[in-house]
């Protein structure tokens, strides 16, 4: 059974850090695309970060920009987000995404259908 598992998640004040975690089980994604998007209550699911299977391409929203860094350990199958000058308007559930079929390829994916898997989120609340 696939499984994507974020971690890392919680209750911060404006101007924090956290770091999340999405640690992949029941397959490799070492060689895919995988992406972090985030849903804040009432708003559609927004995407937040990529990065290509090797980390060397990655790509963010520009709400993001200069403030979040997406990174991945493929020996562990997992993906990271380090989001650092944290804002009341990131508050949201973060939900990391694996795609299975754009092997090895250059670039990352930013649309929601690209993704084939989904984890079950984690809340980041930021209080001002």
């Known amino acids: 059974q696939v499984q994507l598992v974020e971690s890392g998640g919680g209750l911060v004040q404006a101007g924090d850090s956290l770091r999340l975690s999405c640690a992949a089980s029941g397959r490799t994604f070492s060689n895919y695309p995988m992406g972090w998007f985030r849903q804040a209550p009432g708003k559609e699911r927004e995407f937040v970060a990529s990065?290509?299977?090797?980390?060397?391409?990655?790509y963010y929203a520009d709400f993001v920009k200069g403030r979040f860094t997406i990174s991945r350990d493929n020996a562990k199958n997992t993906m990271y987000l380090q989001m650092n000058s944290l804002k009341p308007e990131d508050t949201a559930v973060y939900y990391c995404a694996a795609d299975s079929t754009y092997y090895r390829g250059s670039y990352y994916r930013t649309r929601f259908e690209a993704y084939e898997y989904w984890g079950q989120g984690t809340q980041v609340t930021v209080s001002s």
């Open positions: 990065s290509n299977w090797s980390g060397g391409n990655t």
